[in-house]
């Protein structure tokens, strides 16, 4: 469902909350999604590809994995982020976002993307810049 206050989905055991799409400081070329994903299952499960309008994004290590029962928050108060270091799109634009879980399958979502001020101010991509692959 979309909504100005994030979208929301169900794939199987897993329940996407509030995504928002953050875009990052003018001219950047970024963006952060904020959102909670819940495993209401009795399984861990984990994300296994995720895409922002159809481009590869980046999951900070560590946030790809769902414990059963258990819920992770990305970007807001958060350890863990996704990030897109390839993103263009006007503020206030529903904007696709394909998320595959390893178990759950592959949800897609349209998310609305503000501009880093009001309630966003200071959201930006953590790490600043893509990470040299390992």
Known sequence: MNSGNGTQAQIGEIRIENATLVL?????????LLTTMVNQGSAPD????????????????GGSELTA??????GFNSAVW????????????YVPVKIQFKD???VLLNVLTVPPTGIYA??????ATLPAAS
């Open 24 to 32: 990052g400081p003018k001219g950047s070329g970024t963006a952060t």
């Open 46 to 61: 984990s994300l296994v590809g995720l895409e922002i309008d159809t481009k590869p994004v980046y999951v900070t290590p």
């Open 69 to 74: 029962g258990a819920a992770v928050s990305f």
């Open 82 to 93: 996704i990030n897109s270091y390839e993103f263009t799109a006007p503020v206030s634009n």
């Open 104 to 106: 759950a399958g592959i």
């Open 122 to 127: 200071g959201i930006a991509p953590v790490p």
